[in-house]
T-cell receptor
Framework: SAVISQKPSRDICQRGTSLTIQCQVD?????MFWYRQQPGQSLTLIAT?????????ESGFVIDKFPISRPNLTFSTLTVSNMSPEDSSIYLC?????????FGSGTRLTVV | KQEVTQIPAALSVPEGENLVLNCSFT??????LQWFRQDPGKGLTSLLL?????REQTSGRLNASLDKSSGRSTLYIAASQPGDSATYLC?????????FGAGTILRVKS
C-alpha cells in the first residue's frame, strides 16, 4: 500500500491566519482525498483532488476556505484559510487503491 | 442518504475476552468496506478490507464479515489485549468516496 508523509503533525495558530498542510505520497496516484475530523467526531470528506484539475468539494466546504493544490501525481496541499476556533480539528489526507485506502498521520490544528 | 452506524459507541472489556463490533450501512450498493483503527490524536491504520464480492476477511486475531443484503458488517477480535485499546472505525466506499461511522471506542483492561 502507499505510504503518505503528512506535515506538519500539529500546529497552534492565531485566528484569522492560514495554515497549509502538505501530503507527499511515495507513488503516483490519480486522486487524493482530504478529510476533517472535528473533536470527538468521525471523519468527513472535504474534497477530492485530481492532478491538473480543480478539486471537487463536498457539501458544506468551499474553495475559498479550503483551497487545494495538486501540482503532480505525488503531492497535494490543503490550506485552511482565515481560521477560527471552529476550525480546530485533525486534518488527514488519503489515497485509495484496490488494496484499500491509506491515510496520512494527520495534522492536529488548534486555533486560538 | 448514505449513512454508516456503529454499535456500541464504547466498549470496555477485560483482557482475553472475545468481542464483536458492529457496523451497519443504509445503501447496499457498496464498492468495499474497510475497518480502521485510530489511536488518540493519530491517523488511521487499516485493519481489514472486504470487497463487495467477499463475505469475510481475516488477519491474525481479527475477522471481519460483510452481509451486503442486510447492510451489516462485524469486526470480531479474539483474545483481546490492552494494546487493542483504540477507536475502531468502519468505512464504506461508494464510488470514490468513503463514508465513515462514528466509531467504537474500545478499552481492554489488564
Amino acid at each position: 500500500s502507499a505510504v503518505i508523509s503528512q506535515k506538519p503533525s500539529r500546529d497552534i495558530c492565531q485566528r484569522g491566519t492560514s495554515l497549509t498542510i502538505q501530503c507527499q505520497v511515495d507513488s503516483q496516484v490519480t486522486m487524493m482525498f482530504w478529510y476533517r475530523q472535528q473533536p470527538g467526531q468521525s471523519l468527513t470528506l472535504i474534497a477530492t483532488a485530481n492532478q491538473g484539475s480543480e478539486a471537487t468539494y463536498e457539501s458544506g466546504f468551499v474553495i475559498d476556505k479550503f483551497p487545494i493544490s495538486r501540482p503532480n501525481l505525488t503531492f497535494s496541499t490543503l490550506t485552511v484559510s482565515n481560521m477560527s476556533p471552529e476550525d480546530s480539528s485533525i486534518y488527514l489526507c488519503s489515497v485509495g487503491r484496490s488494496s484499500g485506502y491509506t491515510f496520512g498521520s494527520g495534522t492536529r490544528l488548534t486555533v486560538v | 442518504k448514505q449513512e454508516v452506524t456503529q454499535i456500541p459507541a464504547a466498549l470496555s472489556v477485560p483482557e482475553g475476552e472475545n468481542l464483536v463490533l458492529n457496523c451497519s450501512f443504509t445503501d447496499s450498493a457498496i464498492y468495499n468496506l474497510q475497518w480502521f483503527r485510530q489511536d488518540p490524536g493519530k491517523g488511521l491504520t487499516s485493519l481489514l478490507l472486504i470487497q463487495s464480492s467477499q463475505r469475510e476477511q481475516t488477519s491474525g486475531r481479527l475477522n471481519a464479515s460483510l452481509d451486503k443484503s442486510s447492510g451489516r458488517s462485524t469486526l470480531y477480535i479474539a483474545a483481546s489485549q490492552p494494546g487493542d485499546s483504540a477507536t475502531y472505525l468502519c468505512a464504506v466506499e461508494y464510488g470514490n468516496k468513503l463514508v465513515f461511522g462514528a466509531g467504537t471506542i474500545l478499552r481492554v483492561k489488564s
